[in-house]
């Protein structure tokens, strides 16, 4: 079983960036891919980014594709989400998930989910 926690989630004016970071604890975080998905008031919750459990691969949402960078450190037992060139329709509870060696882009093909962290973006 993996547990997530997520961290680093603020307000910041539009053309900001922002890092945020999910503390995962468990039995063999290297095993696991990784994804960072989102959630805006009265939306479904849609993918953003994902790792693979190595970091060798990544895979972007087209709407972050260029300002967003996913990453792990596996000896720290951590995801990040580098936010770059921040927009208003970026706003939304960031949440990260994990699922056993395989990455994905739909929700439903994660297993373990953190309690997300509220990214507000000013105009």
């Known amino acids: 079983q993996v547990h997530l926690v997520e961290s680093g989630g603020g307000l910041v004016q539009a053309g900001g960036s922002l890092r945020l970071s999910c503390a995962a604890s468990g039995t063999l975080f290297s095993s696991y891919a990784m994804g960072w998905f989102r959630q805006a008031p009265g939306k479904e919750r849609e993918f953003v980014a994902t790792i693979t459990h190595t970091g060798g691969a990544t895979y972007y949402a087209d709407s972050v594709k260029g300002r967003f960078i996913i990453s792990r450190d596996n000896a720290k037992n951590t995801v990040y989400l580098q936010m770059s060139s921040l927009k208003p329709e970026d706003t939304a509870v960031y949440y990260c998930?994990?699922?056993?060696?395989?990455?994905?882009?739909?929700?439903?093909?994660?297993?373990?989910w953190g309690q997300g962290t509220q990214v507000t973006v000013s105009s």
């Open positions: 998930a994990s699922r056993r060696l395989i990455v994905g882009t739909l929700a439903s093909e994660y297993d373990y």
